[in-house]
């Protein structure tokens, strides 16, 4: 039992590599064997090694793992693989469970979409030979750029290793470039002592177009919630030596920033974030700098290019082109090469096709001297190690057409233009429709409810719908890129307000056979009944260790209780607040009730009366299990509820 426990506390510290090796002797016990093969195949996704977490999903799925959204991760690693079919099937299997998550049911069905044109991607062939080059070891290698006659790129080489993957931690090499660039020269060497961490993983450099100004990432070192300790820096070439590393003033401290990338002429920086307000998982975001140095406020790139998947790895090419990867736009695995084009206010994304991508990851492009032949990163079959860099060049009479394909890819005559059919636009219209159950087991339809549909950004209503017998109602068009709030109310039960975002589920033209195509969107919206002494856990309000006030996170989640408020006027409620009994019991209960009344303080600023609540601590007097011993069983007894006092 001890090898397990060892495997959780290490899976939640992100030690993933560590967690397998304990979850394996386990296994090997037979000491809970579902979790188990659930826990290792989640070391091995949560450290993209996807293909190794296969079996380990399958075994704890075949065995009724009791985990919805562990078949969605499984068919996503059935993808990777190229194990097309398989992969469909099971998100096939998980779109239809009641209890999948509702977001990642609407990507499901995308993915089987997707799945269905793989074949057709696969036809997209480039003109381009590919070629290993000797830098590649069993290490990874990713994310070159050139400088001058030199290949600086990731390497994993560093003496410590990072607990996450087993893998060395993270360095900036660089390595001399043959004159024909079709190779590299020497063994690769530190770009410079002025940026090396020993600590912490350091990657994906990106030079100003005079080479005197470097961007890069560093972070990763293998704490807890080390994948949000990543925030990019900046080191100048000063008299030919680099300058310690400044970290930039556009990081997000509670998100992941990365993968930058210079315009052409130097004053915008590309980089990618998952920060909050973003079209999905990683967006691509861009700044521009002034000559002083000074950073605007990063904008995202917007709904065209970014989706509800990962877009990283920018690169932007003479003449302005933008190159990326993406899992969320149409490709064949994970990451996938794409390159946008703007014409006439509308961008285009195109799947650069074979020999670029492949089921894995490929990403990282960049071109070198002209757009005919470069570099790029892919952890594909065949290769050395993890990640590899492969040099690719087209044949010599041909210019940028290779890669851009320039044969007036935007005229609607063309056939290869996925955005036309028979020389017309190709259109669709967006509907949305849905049903209204009882929240618990059963699902009851409920008739009688009234659905009325906001914007997202106004108060102004734009249509109401009843729902029928069957707990239905009706479809009303809504728009590309915009988002909407449901307000669905019915006597006898709490009111609710539903977010409607149409962020990441427009459908691409290239799955579009018709030139009209109409597709509606259903959601399901769970009521509960209206019941004096009924209590609703509020979930994920965290507060720093021994303090009360209000975190910015524990924010947003106070917000959606104000909404509730507001949409049930006459509610009453006792807000309470919980510890875990890791401390004196007077002490948790001082510490219970100043955060149960620092909650109600959050409220009432928010324009909520405060005779509307009380302010309740209950110390670790109500814990939900009594002799927890795990972090994560702490953290179910350290919560924070609300009790319908009257209405």
């Known amino acids: 039992m ?40 989640e070391s091995y996704r949560l450290s993209n090694r996807f293909k190794e977490a296969i079996p380990f999903y399958k075994k704890a799925i075949d065995a009724g793992l009791n985990k919805p959204d562990a078949k969605f991760q499984y068919a996503y690693a059935l993808k990777t693989a190229g194990q097309y079919e398989e992969a469909s099937a099971q998100y ?25 044109i793989a074949d057709r991607l696969r036809t997209t062939k480039m003109d381009v030979e590919l070629k290993d080059i000797p830098l590649n070891t069993s290490s990874s290698e990713f994310g070159p750029t050139i400088l001058g006659s030199e290949l600086v790129f990731s390497f994993s080489k560093k003496d410590k290793v990072y607990k996450n993957n087993g893998q060395p931690m993270l360095g900036l090499y660089k390595v001399a470039l043959s004159e024909d660039a079709g190779t590299t020269q020497g063994t690769p060497t530190l770009l410079s002592n002025e940026i090396f961490d020993a600590d912490a993983n350091e990657a994906s450099p990106a030079f100003s177009p005079d080479g005197k100004t470097l961007v890069f990432a560093r972070g990763n070192t293998g704490k807890k919630n080390g994948t949000l300790d990543v925030d990019l820096y900046l080191s100048r070439n000063v008299n030919g030596q680099w300058t310690a590393p400044a970290i930039l003033p556009i990081n997000d401290s509670l998100a992941w920033d990365g993968s930058p990338a210079f315009s052409r002429d130097g004053k915008t920086l590309y980089f990618a974030s998952n920060r909050a307000g973003g079209a999905g998982g990683i967006d691509l975001y861009r700044t521009n700098m002034d000559a002083s140095g000074r950073f605007s406020k990063p904008v995202n790139m917007g709904k065209d290019i970014n989706t509800a998947g990962d877009d990283m790895f920018p690169y932007v090419a003479e003449g302005g082109k933008l190159y990326f990867a993406s899992d969320g736009h149409p490709g064949l695995g994970k990451l996938d090469l794409f390159s946008a084009t703007r014409t006439q206010g509308v961008i285009s994304i195109e799947n650069l096709g074979l020999p670029f991508n ?3 990851d490929d990403f990282g492009l960049v071109f070198y001297q002209d ?36 044969n007036d890819p935007n005229s609607p005559l063309n056939p290869n233009n996925p955005n036309y059919i028979n020389g017309k636009p190709k259109v669709v219209r967006y509907f949305l429709a849905g049903n209204v159950v009882e929240n618990g087991s059963t699902s009851t339809p ?36 915009k988002s909407y709030s449901l307000l669905v109310q019915r006597k006898g039960y709490i009111s609710k307000r539903e977010p409607f975002s149409m962020d990441g589920r427009s459908i691409p033209p290239i799955f579009l056979t018709k030139e009209l195509t109409d597709t509606t969107f259903n959601v399901t919206i769970k ?36 909404q509730i ?83």
Do not use: W
């Open 371 to 406: 757009l005919n032949k470069g570099f790029f990163s892919s952890n594909r079959e065949g290769g050395k190690g993890d990640d590899d860099i492969y040099y690719f060049a087209g044949p010599e009479e041909e210019d940028s057409t290779t890669i851009a394909k320039n």
């Open 565 to 647: 408020l507001k949409d049930n006027p006459t509610m009453k409620i006792e807000l309470s607040s919980h510890t875990d009994a890791r401390a004196t019991d007077a002490y948790n209960m001082t510490l219970s009730q100043n955060r149960a009344e620092s909650a109600v303080t959050y409220l009432n600023s928010k324009g909520i009366d405060a005779d509307r609540m009380v302010a309740r601590g209950y110390g670790e007097r109500e814990l939900i299990i009594p002799n927890a011993k795990t972090e994560e069983e702490h953290q179910r007894n350290r919560r924070t509820e609300f009790t319908i006092l009257s209405y």
């Open 2 to 41: 001890q090898a397990y426990k060892d495997g959780q506390k290490k899976f939640e510290n992100g030690e993933y590599d560590l967690a397998i090796k304990a979850f394996e002797k386990a296994a090997a016990a037979n000491i809970e064997p579902v979790q188990t093969d659930y826990l290792i195949a």
């Open 358 to 360: 492949s089921p894995q």
């Open 446 to 481: 409920i008739d009688s409810a009234v659905i009325r549909i906001y914007p997202d950004t106004a108060d102004t209503q734009i249509a109401e719908l009843p729902s029928r017998r069957d707990g239905k109602f009706g479809t009303q068009p809504i728009e590309e890129g």
């Open 527 to 562: 009521l509960d009944k209206l019941e004096l002494n009924k209590t609703f856990v509020l979930e994920n309000i965290y507060y720093d260790l021994n303090k009360y006030n209000i975190r910015p996170d524990a924010a947003i989640e106070l917000d959606k209780l104000v």
């Open 92 to 116: 096939a299997s998980y779109a239809k469970d009641t209890a999948a998550s509702q977001n990642l049911q609407q990507r499901a069905l995308r993915e089987i979409e997707i799945l269905r």
